[in-house]
């Protein structure tokens, strides 16, 4: 997203990002890749479990849960205007798909 933030910007549009990271861990992240987007600590879940993200046993390196690396899209009233869920962790969203889906919302 990093590659296309003033443009998804440019639509009005915010990306935040979420991990159960701890806050300096993220903050250490964000700065290493310069992030130009919020990353946002969620230690003990619960967003994970509020938007069904949580992904049983799928650890690569053991029998861990992780969260799915899902993406969101609000409209202007907080509604979900459209969302990917993939199973498998290493799916990520393109740039220019989220950007596609941002000029759709009126």
């Known amino acids: 997203m990093q590659s296309r933030i003033e443009d998804i910007r440019a639509l009005d549009a915010e990306v935040l990002a979420i991990s159960v990271d701890s806050v300096e861990d993220n903050r250490k992240l964000a700065t290493k890749q310069r992030f130009g987007f919020q990353?946002?600590?969620?230690?003990?879940?619960?967003?994970?479990?509020?938007?069904?993200?949580?992904?049983?046993?799928?650890h690569p390196m053991g029998d861990q849960d992780i969260a799915r690396p899902a993406t969101f899209v609000l409209d202007r009233e907080g509604n979900i205007a459209w969302r990917v869920l993939p199973e498998n962790w290493r799916v990520r969203v393109r740039p220019e798909t989220l950007i596609e889906q941002l000029e759709k919302i009126p």
């Open 39 to 58: 990353l946002l600590s969620d230690l003990n879940g619960k967003a994970i479990e509020a938007f069904g993200l949580k992904h049983v046993s799928a």
